[in-house]
Nanobody, 118 residues
Framework: VQLVESGGGLVQPGGTLRLSCGAS????????MKWYRQAPGKERELVAR????????YYADSVKGRFTISRDNAKNTVYLQMNSLKPEDTAVYYC????????????WGQGTQVTVSS
């Protein structure tokens, strides 16, 4: 089982990034997908979530209207489009898969660093 994030980097305030998370080794379409982030000295927080078929999404208040989560089940990939980035968005972003029926079946990626700075 693997979740591999990509797309992180350094961006100026107001800029955009698109994170990707490629999945392998499990039935991707049977899993809800989430993006978490963890800033230095802070707890990991849920940023966005999308259901297994992509019919429902959730966003943390801090990113609502700026971030968009989407998925392509044919490509076993989930995305996080991040617009109007702010310095407070700086964190390591993690991809998480949770089975739609069995919460204990969960997998994590290794994380990708996003730094928003001028």
């Amino acid at each position: 089982v693997q979740l591999v994030e990509s797309g992180g980097g350094l961006v100026q305030p107001g800029g955009t990034l698109r994170l990707s998370c490629g999945a392998s080794g499990f039935t991707f379409s049977r899993y809800d997908m989430k993006w978490y982030r963890q800033a230095p000295g802070k707890e990991r927080e849920l940023v966005a979530r999308i259901t297994s078929a992509g019919g429902s999404t959730y966003y943390a208040d801090s990113v609502k209207g700026r971030f968009t989560i989407s998925r392509d089940n044919a490509k076993n990939t989930v995305y996080l489009q991040m617009n109007s980035l702010k310095p407070e968005d700086t964190a390591v972003y993690y991809c998480n898969a949770v089975h739609l029926s069995v919460q204990a079946w969960t997998y994590w990626g290794q994380g990708t660093q996003v730094t928003v700075s001028s």
